[in-house]
């Protein structure tokens, strides 16, 4: 297949998407397919468009090109007026899939896939409803909670609302503090008093201005994948420091992953239950991973999905496929072939 995967962008975890994407276009490539990496927002070179999936093409090559925009792109794509670069969506029509391995804002949230609806770009992952719903997190923990799968207490706060004590929401310390759309855990906060509070506000409305703060469960943390509407075993993620931020999350050494995770058959059937009707009731498609906390009491609680999770062979949804004898190229093809039903008619 010709395959462009479609990475970067203008968002805050513009890096890591450079790297799933760098990943998934070779695993593709090891599979024998004619994928290319490209750069949402930096473009596609005019002189490259007349065979960009050409025999020669050097992977390398794309992956220097794209990052030497990396201190420069938020200016281009303010200068030019629009976000899209140059030849993308050319590139993109003559594709027979568009892999997308961004992550964020403008890649997450429905917006290009609403874009790639309207011009009859095939894409991988869910559509533009359910990646909107599943990125707001006011949004997504609502729909959540009326659908039966439990959620933390919390409230929804804008930037103009001014600071409200977490007793007016029926909280206590510690709660968590985040923005209400962000991704990779930038922009969030626990909070154990009131001067942290109004600090973890500050730093969170620092990038949207809209904010989740809810409180805070003591206990372990779980992710579930979901390909194709079937959970896949269970990893739990433990941080040797602090929560899983993004440090922990993309630093090597940081966290303990385990998969499948120790747990009694009971609640790891229980919380892949759970991940099962999450991805159904935001009406996701081809495949998510949903996040879950566990208190001390074993109550589990969904803390967000994510529609298109890291893809590198040591992120949570390929260790999780990769417990079921499914490797990283693989799985990189599974995803392909599970959303292309969209396109069956």
Not at 273 to 296: P, V
Not at 297 to 304: S, V
């Amino acid at each position: 297949m010709n395959i462009v995967v479609l990475a970067g962008g203008t968002s805050s975890e513009r890096a890591v998407s450079i790297v799933t994407g760098t990943q998934v276009c070779r695993a593709l490539r090891e599979k024998g397919h004619r994928a290319i990496l490209a750069d949402v927002a930096a473009g596609w070179e005019e002189e490259d468009l007349e065979n960009p999936f050409a025999a020669d093409y050097e992977l390398s090559k794309s992956v220097s090109y794209i990052e030497g925009w990396n201190d420069k792109i938020q200016d281009v794509c303010r200068n030019r007026g629009e976000f899209f670069g140059p030849h993308i969506l050319d590139i993109c029509r003559m594709a027979d899939m568009v892999f997308l391995a961004l992550h964020g804002s403008n890649g997450e949230d429905g917006k290009i896939q609403a874009a790639f609806d309207l011009f009859g770009i095939r894409y991988t992952g869910t559509g533009s409803l359910g990646s909107g719903m599943a990125m707001d997190k006011g949004i997504s923990r609502k729909i959540l909670f009326q659908g039966g799968i439990p959620v933390p207490a919390g409230t929804v706060l804008g930037k103009k609302g001014g600071v409200h004590s977490v007793e007016e929401f029926g909280m206590d310390f510690p709660v968590v503090v985040k923005p209400c759309c962000g991704g990779s855990s930038i922009g969030v906060s626990i909070a154990h008093d009131q001067a942290a509070y109004e600090k973890a506000l500050q730093e969170a409305f620092a990038w949207e201005d809209q904010v989740v703060v809810e409180e805070y469960i003591q206990g372990r943390e779980f992710s579930v994948g979901v390909v194709d509407g079937e959970p896949l075993p269970v990893i739990e993620i433990a941080p040797l420091k602090g929560f899983y931020d993004y440090k922990n999350k993309y630093e090597p050494g940081s966290a303990v992953e385990t998969c499948p995770a120790e747990l009694s058959e009971e609640k790891a059937e229980e919380m892949r239950e759970y991940a099962r009707q999450g991805h159904k009731i935001l009406k996701l498609d081809a495949y998510s991973r949903l996040d879950f906390m566990m208190s001390g009491d074993e109550r589990i609680y969904c803390l967000e999905a994510n529609t298109l999770p890291g893809m590198t062979p040591t992120s949570l949804l390929p260790q999780e496929a990769a417990a079921t004898g499914v490797d990283f190229p693989e799985l990189c093809e599974k995803l392909i072939e599970v959303s292309m039903k969209k396109y069956v008619h």
